[in-house]
């Protein structure tokens, strides 16, 4: 039975009308993230091209703020900092991730299996300005770290870990690894969830180890999951400021200091409202030349 060319009208007509009460419902949303973020990163780049105070008149210099990023030892030195901070927060969490995920799901039918992805996803809850203030009474001069040290006759080995030049970048990095091994470890754990038991089942049949067994089935299926463990991660280090800030404060000297922190202290205390722009600005064009890589390999390999 055909339609009726007059029904068909009116749904056409009823279309355009659906759409746009769609977009009125979406309106408030909109505005909101025009507001919130849209407006305040155009702003930034605009910001980034003048040398200003925050209250007086602002002076155009150009690119001089952005040149001054890679010229200034200091401020390049931010940069440097948050690439080491790769290592241990993306690097050993990933890599901490796949043996635990791997453990845990060996032993899923077990109450333990439960227990660990609790216990392991429990700094993902904890807040990281509370994360950071207790890892800093555990590795100060008198903190639980010395103390386990000193029990086990490593006196020698005992310094204030957040306090000495040498370890206190490695020490940060400690305590981004710990909030973040949990995270990857679920991420990874559902990415195994998926893989057929059955190419297992075969892998066995033919001899395989549980070794082999990680190397040629698990870890080639977990590419997406991996890459999006590796994305988050890497952003996390790049954009790091919550931990560094409670723990170190970007010392001793400026052993610690990285980019996030750097323009809080450039924007509100040294008033450079242009070059903390500038910076921010290269951060962002930073994360996008770090993740978009990441990205593609991961989409083209999933394919």
């Known amino acids: 039975m055909s339609v009726p060319i007059t029904g068909r009208r009116a749904r056409r007509a009823r279309r355009p009308r659906a759409a746009w009460l769609g977009w ?31 209250i007086g008149a602002s002076t155009w210099v150009g690119l001089d703020n952005y040149r001054r990023i890679f010229t200034d030892s200091e401020l390049f030195a931010t940069i440097v900092h948050a690439f080491e901070l790769i290592v241990f927060f993306s690097f050993v969490p990933v890599l901490l991730g796949l043996f635990v ?48 040290l000193s029990a086990v006759g490593l006196d020698r080995l005992t310094r204030a870990w957040l306090g000495d030049f040498g370890t206190a970048l490695p020490a940060v990095g400690l305590i981004g690894a710990w909030v973040l091994v949990g995270l990857c470890t679920l991420l990874l754990l559902a990415g195994m969830s998926k893989i057929d038991p059955s190419l297992y089942e075969a892998a066995r049949l033919d001899g395989a180890g549980p070794v082999r067994e990680f190397f040629s ?18 952003i996390a280090a790049l954009a790091s400021f919550d931990i560094v800030y409670i723990a ?6 400026n052993s610690t200091m990285v980019p996030g922190l750097e323009i809080y202290y450039l ?37």
């Open 101 to 148: 995920a791997a453990t845990i799901r060996g032993i899923a039918a077990s109450r333990l299996a439960a227990v660990a992805r609790t216990v392991l996803f429990l700094p993902q809850v904890i807040p990281l300005v509370a994360a950071g203030i207790m890892w800093s009474w555990l590795l100060s001069s008198t903190g639980l770290a010395n103390e386990l």
């Open 217 to 234: 089935i698990t870890l080639p299926s977990l590419r997406q999951e991996i890459g999006v463990s590796v994305t988050v991660t890497v």
């Open 24 to 54: 009125l419902f979406a309106l408030p949303a909109i505005l909101m993230y025009a507001t919130f973020v849209l407006r305040p990163l155009v702003l930034t780049v605009q910001y980034s091209f003048y040398d200003w105070n925050g």
């Open 267 to 303: 924007a509100f205390s040294e008033r450079e409202i242009g070059m903390a722009s500038a910076l921010a600005v290269a951060l962002v064009l930073l994360v996008l030349a770090v993740v978009l890589p990441i990205q593609r390999l991961t989409r083209d390999g999933s394919r």
């Open 248 to 253: 170190t404060q970007g010392g001793p000297g």
